[in-house]
């Protein structure tokens, strides 16, 4: 909602920049699409390492 009504401010000041940011958006979301993807695997990765790490304490610990 923040959001919208800082869009709503900006195309009230300064329309041409507000037109240019509704239309170039979706452009910057696929953009940075890929990156996203990527996160998610090397976040994955490290969920897989850090659970590598841990399985011997927990092993030790009894859970």
Do not use: D, K, Q, S
């Not at 090397?42 to 610990?61: D, H, M, S, W």
Request: proline share 6%; with cysteine; charged share 10%.
């Amino acid at each position: 909602m923040t959001t919208f009504l800082l869009w709503l401010l900006l195309l009230l000041l300064c329309w041409p920049i507000a037109l240019l940011a509704l239309v170039l958006y979706p452009f910057v979301w696929l953009l940075l699409l890929p990156f996203r993807l990527l996160g998610f695997a090397v976040e994955g990765a490290f969920g897989l390492i850090r659970g590598l790490f841990l399985l011997p304490g927990r092993i030790l610990r009894g859970a």
